[in-house]
């Protein structure tokens, strides 16, 4: 049996996660086969390494080499450089990948890979949420949770799309980091009920849940648009439904990303965000950089929060 080397539960070791021989991939009719350079770390995928068991394969972003073109003739050729993600059951953390043609894209030359390794939960996330919230110039839209990787690639393409835009940052010393990434003004602590002086806002983007998500809520205006992506506070929410009755109008949407892909592709938005970094105008937020044989810290810093931005880990360290 051919093998190669990925990250998989162990229970036995610190953070749960080590490097362990398994079987080569075999892709199908519509999957390239990825010699993958550089990973990145989402807070869910690590979250379930903590609950998952024996020998589960997370990961869901990937950076690499194509070595092997999908049998269909679709997507990148053999010896382009690329960006993707697997889908919900996740593996992409190994030193080969089977990944769809539909969720890989080629990545620029000046674009590195542990630049591109961002891009595919936070940065499509990001876009995504966006997106619902239609034409942005000169609206108003508040993004909660703004240190996380989604919440920085958020306030940069928000700022691109010509909104008035507002973030949140729990620790005073983030606070710069949030600005620039594009927010207008930054509500500090747990509280945002300060950032009604700053609203009513045409967009909403939520990933703490909880209090926060409430608050939110009450600082819609008519016919505006509250994205609910995550619950990094408490997935339980007590609302006034009055706000949503008197104000009217008020969508709330649970972006959930596998179930976006349903309805459109990740290559080209993967492309379109790639080529951005290229161009300099979207800052891949990377604040750590390790060897995938650190995998387990990382992931513990990371549930921890011991950082903002992006955790990638290199194969070839």
């Not at 995504?128 to 508040?142: E, I, P, S, T």
């Not at 390790?290 to 810093?301: F, L, P, T």
């Amino acid at each position: 049996m051919n093998s190669i080397r990925a990250i998989v539960v162990d229970p036995s070791v610190t953070g749960r996660l080590a490097i362990n021989e398994v079987e080569s991939p075999k892709a199908g009719p519509s999957e390239a086969l990825v010699e993958v350079q550089a990973i990145s770390l989402n807070r869910g995928e690590v979250r379930d390494v903590m609950e998952a068991k024996a020998g589960w394969r997370p990961g869901w972003d990937l950076a690499g080499t194509v070595i092997k073109q999908a049998a269909n003739g679709t997507g990148p050729k053999v010896g382009s450089r690329v960006v993707g993600m697997v889908h919900v059951h996740g593996g992409a953390w190994a030193e080969q990948v089977a990944v769809p043609t539909n969720m890989l894209a080629e990545i620029p030359t000046n674009v590195s890979f542990a630049q591109a390794a961002t891009l595919p939960v936070a940065g499509l996330t990001a876009l995504y949420a966006l997106d619902k919230g239609g034409l942005l110039l000169h609206k108003r839209v508040l993004i909660t949770g703004s240190t996380g990787g989604v919440g920085l690639f958020a306030h940069q393409l928000a700022r691109h799309s010509g909104a008035y835009v507002v973030g949140t940052a729990r620790n005073v010393r983030n606070e710069a980091i949030v600005r620039e990434a594009g927010a207008d003004e930054v509500i500090m602590g747990d509280d945002i009920s300060s950032a009604r002086a700053h609203g009513p806002y045409h967009l909403i983007i939520d990933s703490v849940g909880g209090k926060t998500l409430a608050s939110a809520i009450s600082l819609l205006a008519k016919g505006a648009t509250c994205i609910i992506m995550g619950w990094s506070a408490s997935d339980e929410v007590t609302i006034d439904i009055k706000d949503l009755i008197t104000t009217g109008g008020i969508t709330l949407y649970g972006l959930n990303m596998f179930e976006e892909f349903n309805h459109r592709d990740g290559s080209e938005d993967l492309a379109r965000l790639a080529q951005m970094v290229a161009e300099q105008k979207l800052h891949t937020p990377i604040e750590v950089e390790a060897s995938w044989h650190e995998i387990g810290n990382v992931a513990q810093r990371l549930l921890q929060r011991q950082f903002t931005g992006k955790a990638v880990l290199h194969l070839n360290r």
